[in-house]
């Protein structure tokens, strides 16, 4: 059983987020989505409780899907590191100067990478929980200088618990997405991906499904979670934006599978890249 | 001079569209977006006027975003075909073998691409208009039997006419993005992609930005057109949920540029692909 919230004309004067349940098959209700902006959180420092900052700032509901930025999430988790505490080893030196960065920089990417799949003109690397990222997902932004930022090691972990966390606080059901700010292939410039998640699946399965004219789709996966957190993104900007939080209320709900990250064998862009670097 | 529109408790009982015009430096307000997905629309043939029946169904306002499907663009321009209508060629007979496909089909993507970047497991094609995709975008969903849908040849001229009939009809000037679904490097699942786009840029560029720390942004681009036609494709779903446009109301403004497809040179994960079909 799946469920929607309602928020037709049929239920004006009704609670809004009052449940229909509906077996997986009805495709009904559909209604409009509230996306909220989460502003006004104080700069995070290790120790930080974010799910109270949050639940402070915005008054959840259960449903929603509450996604926040990996830095953020880091950042109060003590996932940092001091550039001057690094060591730089021998690759480390050898690629700084190749791509022109800090070895220190570089160390800390070959320490956060469990598989280096491409080196130049910049590191591209598969991290131990499956994601592949430029640099890792290092970052040097919104950090104080000489600081460096990792990605949670087990974002999975990290949505479950802080979803955990929320529900504690505030009694809420809630979904969660944590994001990071990715390139890819082709087309320029980054959108945000998942890269953990909790009360949800990260695709979106139509196997078995009909298109409107009754034929048996051939596309059948959709990866839900990333096109909610790429909107995410946008809505969080970058810079000194600080909206690092962003409600997405009444969202229709899904069912699939977490299979988001390729395997090794089927992954055709990985092999190739692979390939360059062996 | 950007505008955004706002919504907020200082602005209760004011016109919720009311705007307020600031320069590009002003990061200030930011409110609750709406995303609304418009269902009702019939099946959409040859020389429908998609514009009006969104118009009836969905009241527009200045500054909305309007994402509808390319599916539903292409198939009220007729850019359709009958499989029957379709001689394959030597290529297509052997891409067909190889993949396990339909020839007049494989004819079809063949037809529909300006270059060839990958023959196998599928074709990945490069299309005049310069978006890169799994079989040039060539759908046999939510049509007849017999019949495929191609891409509009070129989308962001599709964009501007199409939101210059909203604005014909509605008197709004809107925002528009086409969209597609497309697959990706490195991760499973299709997302939405925007192939034309008007009344933006594609990308929202950071440059000359600091962040929350006064360091100046080494990440400078985002896709945010990427981001809007992601999200779109979440609330339009596949199959036979029937809601092929959706509305951003209340979206931040961004300025940037038009460059969201990467050239030749600097595109790596293409040219390695090119190398192993050369």
């Known amino acids: 059983m799946n469920c929607v919230y309602v928020n037709s004309p049929f239920f004006a004067g009704m609670e809004r987020n009052a449940f229909i349940w509906h077996s997986a098959e ?42 926040i930025a990996s830095t953020i999430y880091s950042k109060s988790k003590g996932y940092t590191k001091p550039l001057a505490s690094i060591t730089p080893g021998e690759r480390a030196h050898r690629l700084a100067k190749l791509n022109g960065e800090d070895p220190r920089f570089v160390q800390a990417v070959l320490d956060a990478s469990a598989d280096i799949i491409m080196e130049h003109p910049f590191i591209l690397s598969e991290l131990a929980f499956g994601h592949i990222g430029v640099r890792a997902g290092v970052d040097q932004s919104n950090i104080e200088d000489g600081m460096v930022i990792f990605l949670p090691p087990d974002p999975m972990n990290a949505a479950d618990s802080f979803r955990a966390d929320i529900k504690n606080i505030s009694g809420k059901d809630i979904g969660v997405i944590i994001t990071d700010t990715c390139g890819r292939s082709f087309r320029r410039g980054q959108t945000g991906n998942a890269i953990g998640w909790s009360g949800m699946t990260a695709i979106r399965d139509f196997r078995g499904d009909v298109d409107l004219f009754g034929h048996v789709l051939k596309i059948t996966e959709e990866a839900v979670v990333d096109e909610i957190a790429g909107f995410a993104n946008f809505v969080m900007g970058e810079s000194n934006n600080g909206v690092p939080a962003v409600v997405f209320r009444n969202c229709p709900r899904w069912s699939g599978h977490d299979s988001l990250y390729f395997s090794k064998t089927e992954d055709i862009t990985r092999n190739l890249l692979k390939k360059e670097v062996a």
Chains 1, 2 share one sequence.
């Open 26 to 67: 009805y495709h009904g209700v559909m209604d409009n989505i509230t996306v909220i902006g989460i502003r006004g959180l104080p700069i995070i420092h290790e120790g930080d409780d974010i799910a109270s900052l949050i639940c402070k700032k915005q008054a959840l509901r259960d449903g929603d899907i509450l996604s």
